[in-house]
Protein backbone atom coordinates (compact mmCIF):
# COMPACT_ATOMS: atom_id res chain seq x y z
CA UNK A 1 0.00 0.00 0.00
CA UNK A 2 0.81 3.72 0.39
CA UNK A 3 3.84 4.46 2.40
CA UNK A 4 5.01 7.76 3.84
CA UNK A 5 9.11 7.92 4.78
CA UNK A 6 9.40 10.76 7.56
CA UNK A 7 12.40 11.61 8.25
CA UNK A 8 14.53 12.88 10.50
CA UNK A 9 12.94 10.65 13.12
CA UNK A 10 14.01 13.04 15.94
CA UNK A 11 16.07 16.48 15.88
CA UNK A 12 16.86 19.19 18.44
CA UNK A 13 17.34 22.05 17.91
CA UNK A 14 18.25 25.54 19.51
CA UNK A 15 16.41 28.25 20.08
CA UNK A 16 16.56 30.81 17.15
CA UNK A 17 17.55 28.11 14.78
CA UNK A 18 16.10 26.54 11.66
CA UNK A 19 15.77 23.07 10.13
CA UNK A 20 13.54 21.18 8.00
CA UNK A 21 11.42 17.86 8.32
CA UNK A 22 10.46 15.96 4.92
CA UNK A 23 8.41 13.35 3.98
CA UNK A 24 8.57 11.39 0.59
CA UNK A 25 5.92 8.91 -0.80
CA UNK A 26 5.88 5.59 -2.35
CA UNK A 27 3.48 6.41 -4.78
CA UNK A 28 1.76 9.85 -6.54
CA UNK A 29 -0.24 11.65 -3.66
CA UNK A 30 -3.27 14.32 -4.14
CA UNK A 31 -1.95 16.41 -1.22
CA UNK A 32 -0.83 16.17 2.47
CA UNK A 33 -1.24 17.31 5.39
CA UNK A 34 1.35 18.54 8.26
CA UNK A 35 0.40 18.31 12.46
CA UNK A 36 2.10 19.03 15.64
CA UNK A 37 1.55 17.02 18.65
CA UNK A 38 1.40 19.11 21.21
CA UNK A 39 2.49 18.17 25.17
CA UNK A 40 -1.14 17.24 26.07
CA UNK A 41 -1.26 14.77 23.02
CA UNK A 42 -3.47 16.79 20.84
CA UNK A 43 -3.32 17.07 17.61
CA UNK A 44 -2.94 20.66 15.85
CA UNK A 45 -3.63 21.28 12.21
CA UNK A 46 -0.78 23.08 10.58
CA UNK A 47 -1.07 23.03 6.74
CA UNK A 48 -2.91 21.27 4.40
CA UNK A 49 -1.22 21.85 0.96
CA UNK A 50 -2.54 20.23 -2.49
CA UNK A 51 0.42 22.14 -4.49
CA UNK A 52 2.72 24.69 -4.03
CA UNK A 53 4.30 26.01 -0.81
CA UNK A 54 2.30 27.72 2.21
CA UNK A 55 3.65 29.67 5.12
CA UNK A 56 2.40 30.94 8.54
CA UNK A 57 4.60 32.70 10.88
CA UNK A 58 7.74 30.77 11.57
CA UNK A 59 6.89 27.65 9.48
CA UNK A 60 6.29 26.50 5.84
CA UNK A 61 5.66 23.82 4.03
CA UNK A 62 6.08 22.78 0.55
CA UNK A 63 4.59 20.07 -1.54
CA UNK A 64 5.61 18.98 -4.65
CA UNK A 65 2.96 15.65 -6.13
CA UNK A 66 5.18 14.99 -8.99
CA UNK A 67 8.36 14.48 -7.11
CA UNK A 68 6.96 12.90 -4.39
CA UNK A 69 7.93 14.91 -1.15
CA UNK A 70 7.15 17.73 1.55
CA UNK A 71 8.90 19.46 3.59
CA UNK A 72 7.96 21.25 6.55
CA UNK A 73 10.65 23.99 7.40
CA UNK A 74 10.86 25.61 11.00
CA UNK A 75 13.04 28.81 11.50
CA UNK A 76 13.56 30.91 14.41
CA UNK A 77 12.64 27.99 16.85
CA UNK A 78 11.43 28.14 20.03
CA UNK A 79 10.57 26.24 23.24
CA UNK A 80 6.65 25.79 22.66
CA UNK A 81 7.79 24.43 19.05
CA UNK A 82 8.83 20.96 20.19
CA UNK A 83 6.66 18.17 19.70
CA UNK A 84 5.87 15.35 17.40
CA UNK A 85 5.45 16.36 14.14
CA UNK A 86 3.55 14.27 11.83
CA UNK A 87 3.03 14.29 7.76
CA UNK A 88 0.33 12.89 6.39
CA UNK A 89 -0.64 12.08 2.81
CA UNK A 90 -3.92 11.85 0.90
CA UNK A 91 -4.32 9.17 -1.81
CA UNK A 92 -5.99 10.26 -5.13
CA UNK A 93 -9.63 8.97 -4.94
CA UNK A 94 -11.27 6.83 -7.24
CA UNK A 95 -14.92 7.01 -6.30
CA UNK A 96 -16.49 8.57 -3.36
CA UNK A 97 -15.17 11.16 -0.84
CA UNK A 98 -13.45 9.93 1.12
CA UNK A 99 -9.52 10.92 1.88
CA UNK A 100 -7.94 8.52 2.98
CA UNK A 101 -4.74 9.90 5.32
CA UNK A 102 -1.67 7.82 4.97
CA UNK A 103 0.81 8.97 8.42
CA UNK A 104 4.76 9.37 8.44
CA UNK A 105 5.98 7.96 12.12
CA UNK A 106 6.78 11.26 13.33
CA UNK A 107 9.56 13.33 13.49
CA UNK A 108 10.31 13.77 17.85
CA UNK A 109 11.57 18.20 18.03
CA UNK A 110 13.17 19.33 20.86
CA UNK A 111 14.15 22.45 21.40
CA UNK A 112 16.65 23.44 23.88
CA UNK A 113 17.45 27.21 25.61
CA UNK B 1 -13.81 27.02 15.54
CA UNK B 2 -13.85 23.49 14.69
CA UNK B 3 -14.95 21.27 17.74
CA UNK B 4 -14.40 16.88 17.98
CA UNK B 5 -14.54 15.85 21.45
CA UNK B 6 -13.30 12.15 22.45
CA UNK B 7 -14.34 10.34 25.92
CA UNK B 8 -13.06 8.60 28.17
CA UNK B 9 -9.52 10.15 27.54
CA UNK B 10 -8.34 7.55 29.48
CA UNK B 11 -9.20 4.02 30.00
CA UNK B 12 -8.10 1.02 31.40
CA UNK B 13 -9.61 -1.92 30.56
CA UNK B 14 -9.38 -5.80 31.48
CA UNK B 15 -8.21 -8.74 28.83
CA UNK B 16 -11.75 -9.90 27.46
CA UNK B 17 -13.70 -6.75 28.25
CA UNK B 18 -15.65 -4.69 26.51
CA UNK B 19 -14.32 -1.13 25.48
CA UNK B 20 -16.47 1.38 24.30
CA UNK B 21 -14.51 5.10 22.87
CA UNK B 22 -17.00 8.23 22.13
CA UNK B 23 -16.72 10.50 19.13
CA UNK B 24 -18.48 13.78 19.05
CA UNK B 25 -18.37 16.89 16.27
CA UNK B 26 -19.78 20.04 15.83
CA UNK B 27 -18.38 20.69 12.56
CA UNK B 28 -21.09 18.60 10.62
CA UNK B 29 -18.86 17.16 9.06
CA UNK B 30 -19.67 14.07 6.57
CA UNK B 31 -16.80 11.98 6.93
CA UNK B 32 -15.22 10.71 10.38
CA UNK B 33 -12.36 8.19 10.95
CA UNK B 34 -10.72 6.51 13.50
CA UNK B 35 -7.13 5.49 13.97
CA UNK B 36 -4.87 4.52 16.25
CA UNK B 37 -1.17 5.43 17.20
CA UNK B 38 1.89 3.67 18.25
CA UNK B 39 5.33 4.53 18.35
CA UNK B 40 7.70 4.04 14.84
CA UNK B 41 3.61 3.39 12.88
CA UNK B 42 2.51 7.18 12.51
CA UNK B 43 -1.54 6.76 12.50
CA UNK B 44 -3.69 4.25 11.13
CA UNK B 45 -6.41 4.11 10.19
CA UNK B 46 -8.68 1.44 11.85
CA UNK B 47 -13.27 2.79 10.54
CA UNK B 48 -14.32 5.25 8.87
CA UNK B 49 -17.79 7.13 8.28
CA UNK B 50 -19.28 8.53 5.05
CA UNK B 51 -22.18 9.09 7.10
CA UNK B 52 -25.16 8.28 9.93
CA UNK B 53 -25.43 4.93 9.45
CA UNK B 54 -21.98 4.50 7.65
CA UNK B 55 -19.02 2.60 8.81
CA UNK B 56 -16.28 1.18 6.46
CA UNK B 57 -13.33 -0.76 7.46
CA UNK B 58 -9.61 0.93 7.77
CA UNK B 59 -6.21 -0.32 7.10
CA UNK B 60 -6.61 -2.41 10.54
CA UNK B 61 -9.99 -3.07 11.20
CA UNK B 62 -9.50 -6.88 13.15
CA UNK B 63 -10.55 -6.56 16.68
CA UNK B 64 -12.83 -3.60 15.91
CA UNK B 65 -16.47 -2.15 15.51
CA UNK B 66 -17.13 1.32 14.65
CA UNK B 67 -20.72 2.49 14.81
CA UNK B 68 -22.62 5.89 13.39
CA UNK B 69 -25.76 6.73 14.97
CA UNK B 70 -25.99 10.03 13.88
CA UNK B 71 -24.15 12.65 11.79
CA UNK B 72 -21.68 14.16 15.21
CA UNK B 73 -21.43 10.77 16.79
CA UNK B 74 -18.54 7.98 15.76
CA UNK B 75 -17.96 4.77 18.30
CA UNK B 76 -15.36 2.65 18.06
CA UNK B 77 -15.90 -0.39 20.33
CA UNK B 78 -13.57 -3.33 20.77
CA UNK B 79 -16.00 -6.03 21.98
CA UNK B 80 -13.16 -8.70 23.56
CA UNK B 81 -10.22 -6.19 24.39
CA UNK B 82 -6.86 -7.49 24.31
CA UNK B 83 -2.95 -6.35 25.38
CA UNK B 84 -2.12 -5.70 21.52
CA UNK B 85 -4.76 -2.95 21.66
CA UNK B 86 -3.42 -0.98 24.49
CA UNK B 87 -2.61 2.81 22.66
CA UNK B 88 -4.04 6.16 21.53
CA UNK B 89 -6.85 6.90 19.41
CA UNK B 90 -7.72 9.47 17.51
CA UNK B 91 -11.26 10.88 16.08
CA UNK B 92 -11.15 12.91 13.09
CA UNK B 93 -13.79 14.64 10.93
CA UNK B 94 -13.18 15.52 7.30
CA UNK B 95 -16.27 17.25 5.20
CA UNK B 96 -14.41 15.32 1.93
CA UNK B 97 -14.64 18.01 -0.58
CA UNK B 98 -12.25 20.41 -1.73
CA UNK B 99 -9.67 21.21 0.49
CA UNK B 100 -10.18 18.18 3.09
CA UNK B 101 -8.14 19.29 6.22
CA UNK B 102 -9.28 16.19 8.79
CA UNK B 103 -9.60 17.41 12.15
CA UNK B 104 -8.69 15.80 15.27
CA UNK B 105 -9.73 15.41 19.11
CA UNK B 106 -7.80 14.92 21.66
CA UNK B 107 -6.87 11.04 21.53
CA UNK B 108 -7.52 8.72 24.26
CA UNK B 109 -5.20 6.89 26.14
CA UNK B 110 -6.63 3.31 26.50
CA UNK B 111 -4.57 0.77 28.37
CA UNK B 112 -5.68 -2.92 28.16
CA UNK B 113 -4.36 -4.93 31.13
Known amino acids: GDQVEQSPSALSLHEGTGSALRCNFT?????VQWFRKNSRGSLINLFYLASGTKENGRLKSAFDSKERYSTLHIRDAQLEDSGTYFCAAEGFLLSGSFNKLTFGAGTRLAVCP | EAAVTQSPRNKVAVTGGKVTLSCNQT?????MYWYRQDTGHGLRLIHYSYGAGSTEKGDIPDGYKASRPSQENFSLILELATPSQTSVYFC????????????FGPGTRLLVL
Open chain 2, 92 to 103: ASGDGWGEDTQY
Open chain 1, 27 to 31: TTMRA
Open chain 2, 27 to 31: NNHNN
